[in-house]
């Protein structure tokens, strides 16, 4: 009878053994993926129609500064104006934005032109009438 023996089997790793990690290359430049950005978002802010609306509320709540004499009434005259010109450039260029942004802006600021105008042309006639009245006979 003759003795055969299997021949021997080299040891193997189990399956789940981690393997080595990759070496980098002396030498060699690291490739990383470019940075692209924060991802873009799908929806765009109304910054011009969001502008018009707080300046047309500053414009009307901030009515009090033409009490001060005809200067109060041209420094008025600033912030109104932005908020209808700033409505409109919203309503051209921002056809996203919801409509009750730039509109409000809009009226807003034509109430506050609106303050101004009448302050100034008040001022104007107090100081235009005020000299003209004597009180001896």
Known sequence: ?????????PPQEPPYAAQPAAQ?????????APYTG?????TKSPILSIISLVAGIIGVVGFF??????VGSIMQLVIPAAAVVLGFLGKKR???????????????G?????IAVISLIGWILLFATAGTYSTSP
């Open 38 to 42: 924060a991802p873009a978002s799908e």
């Open 65 to 70: 500064v033409v009490f001060i004499p005809i």
């Open 94 to 108: 921002e056809p996203f934005a919801p409509k009750g942004l730039w509109l409000t802006g809009i009226i807003l």
């Open 24 to 32: 980098p290359v002396p030498g060699a430049t690291p490739q990383y």
């Open 110 to 114: 034509f109430v506050g032109l609106a």
């Open 1 to 9: 009878m003759s003795d055969q023996t299997p021949p021997p089997v």
